[in-house]
C-alpha cells in the first residue's frame, strides 16, 4: 500500500521493539517445543523419523510460510507499491493461484510418501521408515496452509501489522507441546522407551498439522477485519499487480523450494550416522531461536523500505539501508556466534540435557553447535542481500545462485562428510551460504552501479575481529568458573553460562563502541529512547 494510504509510519526502532518482543515469546515456545520433544524421544526413532518426514512439509512451512520467506517478500513488494483498496482483489487472486498449485503438492506428497522416504533415508531403520512415512502423509497438508501463511504475512506486513505476523509461529509449538503432554499424562515415563516410538510420532505429526492450521485461521480472520481479502476465489491472473507479484514469487519460490534439496542431500550422507538426522533439529532450533528473532528485527522493518527505494533515483539511499542491514547483521550475529562456538557444551546441557537427552546425545548436539556459530553472519547476511534483489524486482538472480548451490552442496558434503562426520554437513552448508553473500554482493554492485566496498567491509572486519576476542575471553571465563564450581548441576552450569555470557558480551560492547559506527550508534540511540518511553 502506497504511504498515503497508511497510518503514520512508525520508526525503525520502533517496529524492530514490536518485532524483538513478539518474536522473544514466539522462539521461546519454539525452544520450549524442543526441549519437549527431546526430553520425551531423545534422539530415538520418533525423533529422528520427524526430521526426515518434516523435510517437504516443515520446510515448506518454514519457507513458503515464514516471515521474510519468498511469499512474503513478493506481496510486500507489489502491495507497497498499491492502493489499499486495490490489495483485497489482489490478495485473493494470488491466493487462489498458490491454493491451487499447492493443493496438487499436498496430493502428490501423501501418495510419494515411501518414495520421499527412501530417497533421503538409505540407512534408516525399517520401524523408524514406517514411523516417517506416516508422518509425511498426515503433515502432508501443511504445503496448502504454507503458501496461506506465507500470504497472509505479506499482507499483514505491508498493513503494518508485525505483532502478530511476528507471533503467531508459537501456535504450532503449543499445540506439539500440548500433545506430548497429553501422551506423558497418560503412559508416564513410559513414552522413552522404543516400543513407545510409533505413537510419539503420529503425536508430533498430528501437533504440528494442527498448528499450522490455527496459525492460518488466526492470520484470516485479521485479514477479513482489516479489508485484505476473504475465502473467494478470483482468477484475475493478468492484472498488472498479480503479474508482478507472479513474477517475483515464482523464481524466488523454486529458489526459496530448493533449500529442501539441499537439506535432503545432507540428510542422505546423515543417515548411516547414528542420531545425526534429529541431532541436526535441536542444533538448528538453538542458532534458528536467536537469529529467528535478530532476522525479523532487521528484515521486517527494511523490506518495505527496499521496495519504497527500488527505482534507480532512490538507489543512493537504498545502499544506505543495506549498509545498515549488514551492520546490524555484523553487530548481533558475528558475537552471537563466537558465543555459541565457546559456550555450545554448557547451552546443550542447560536446554536439552534431561529425560531420553544423555551426555552422547550432548556430545553430538554441541559440536554441531559449535558449526553452525561460525556461519551464523553470513546465514542472515545472505537473507538480506536476496531480499534486495526481491525488492528490484529481480527474483531470477537468488534463483540462479541457488540453482548452483544445489550442486556446490552436495560437492562439499561429499568432500567433508569422510574426515568430519555430521559436522562436516553443516560446514558445507556454512559454505554455500558464504558463496551465496560473496555472489549476491558482486552482482548487487553491478546492478546498483556500484558498491562502497571499502566502507562496508571495514567496520565488519573490525567487528569480526572484535567477535574472536569476545568469544576468547568467554570461553576461558567458562574453564575458570568450573574449576570452582565444577560441570555438574543445573544451578552451576547456569551460573557459569551467565558469567561467561556476560564477559563476552561485556568485552565486544567495549570494542564495537570503540568503532563508533553511526548506523549502529543511532539504532541503540533509539531503541534506549523508545524503552525508557515505555
Known amino acids: 500500500m502506497t504511504q498515503k494510504d497508511q497510518k503514520p509510519t512508525r520508526s525503525f526502532a520502533g517496529i524492530a521493539g514490536i518485532v524483538a518482543v513478539a518474536t522473544f515469546i514466539s522462539k521461546i515456545f519454539g525452544l520450549i517445543r524442543q526441549q519437549t520433544i527431546a526430553a520425551a524421544f531423545g534422539v530415538g526413532a520418533a525423533a529422528t523419523a520427524y ?24 506481496i510486500i513488494s507489489v502491495l507497497a507499491k498499491n492502493k489499499k483498496e486495490d490489495a483485497a482483489p489482489i490478495v485473493e487472486t494470488v491466493t487462489t493461484l498458490v491454493g491451487g498449485i499447492l493443493l496438487i503438492l499436498t496430493v502428490a506428497q501423501y501418495f510419494a510418501a515411501d518414495i520421499i522416504v527412501d530417497l533421503v ?95 492460518w485461521i488466526v492470520q484470516l480472520i485479521v485479514q ?31 529458489s526459496s523450494g530448493m533449500m529442501p534439496i539441499n537439506v535432503a542431500t545432507d540428510l542422505y550422507f546423515a543417515s548411516p550416522i547414528p542420531g545425526a538426522a534429529a541431532g541436526f533439529n535441536y542444533a538448528n532450533l538453538l542458532v534458528q531461536t536467536p537469529l529467528g528473532i535478530i532476522s525479523n528485527i532487521i528484515l521486517l522493518p527494511l523490506l518495505p523500505i527496499f521496495a519504497k527505494l527500488s527505482a534507480p533515483e532512490n538507489w543512493l539511499d ?29 547451552i546443550v546441557q542447560i536446554v536439552y540435557q534431561r529425560g531420553a537427552f544423555n551426555q552422547e546425545a550432548t556430545s553430538l548436539v554441541s559440536s554441531l553447535l559449535m558449526v553452525y556459530g561460525v556461519g551464523m553472519f553470513v546465514y542472515l547476511a545472505r537473507d538480506i542481500l536476496v531480499r534486495v534483489f526481491y525488492a528490484l524486482g529481480d527474483g531470477e538472480t537468488p534463483f540462479k545462485i541457488s540453482t548452483f548451490n544445489i550442486f556446490l552442496n552436495g560437492v562439499l558434503d ?32 553491478r546492478k546498483l552501479n556500484g558498491i562502497p566496498w571499502q566502507e562496508w567491509s ?58 563508533n559506527i553511526p548506523e549502529i550508534n543511532d539504532f541503540v540511540l533509539k531503541m534506549r529512547q523508545k524503552i525508557w518511553k515505555r
Open 121 to 215: 533415508g538409505r540407512g534408516l531403520q525399517a520401524s523408524t521408515r514406517a514411523i516417517a512415512i506416516q508422518q509425511i502423509k498426515i503433515m502432508s497438508p501443511m504445503a496448502l496452509f504454507a503458501g496461506l501463511i506465507g500470504i497472509g504475512f505479506g499482507t499483514l506486513n505491508a498493513a503494518n501489522q508485525y505483532w502478530l505476523l511476528s507471533i503467531s509461529p508459537l501456535l504450532s509449538s503449543i499445540t506439539v507441546v500440548i500433545g506430548i503432554a497429553f501422551l506423558g499424562l497418560q503412559y508416564g515415563r513410559e513414552i522413552i522407551k522404543p516400543e513407545f516410538a510409533f505413537i510419539g510420532g503420529m503425536v508430533l505429526a498430528w501437533g504440528t498439522l494442527a498448528g499450522a492450521i490455527l496459525q
Open 414 to 445: 561429499l568432500i567433508f562428510v569422510q574426515p568430519f562426520g555430521a559436522q562436516g554437513l553443516i560446514l558445507a552448508t556454512v559454505g554455500v551460504n558464504l558463496s551465496s553473500t560473496i555472489m549476491l554482493l558482486y552482482l548487487l554492485n
Open 318 to 346: 537504498l545502499k544506505l539501508r543495506i549498509r545498515q542491514g549488514l551492520l546490524l547483521t555484523a553487530v548481533t550475529m558475528l558475537p552471537l556466534g563466537a558465543l555459541m562456538i565457546a559456550l555450545a557444551v554448557p
Open 458 to 515: 571495514k567496520p565488519i572486519l573490525g567487528l569480526l575481529g572484535g567477535s574472536i576476542i569476545s568469544g576468547g575471553v568467554s570461553y576461558a571465563v567458562l574453564m575458570a568458573s568450573q574449576q570452582i564450581l565444577g560441570t555438574q548441576g543445573l544451578i552451576n552450569l547456569l551460573i557459569e553460562l551467565s558469567i561467561s555470557g556476560v564477559f563476552g558480551i561485556g568485552v565486544f560492547a567495549l570494542f564495537s563502541t570503540k568503532m
Open 51 to 74: 526430521s526426515y518426514a518434516y523435510i517437504i512439509p516443515g520446510f515448506l512451512l518454514i519457507l513458503l510460510g515464514g516471515v521474510n520467506g519468498p511469499l512474503h517478500s513478493a
Open 224 to 254: 477479513w477485519r482489516l479489508g485484505l481479502g476473504k475465502l473467494k476465489l478470483r482468477f484475475n491472473f493478468k492484472s498488472p499487480p498479480v503479474q508482478e507479484v507472479i513474477r517475483i514469487m515464482t523464481p524466488a519460490t523454486i
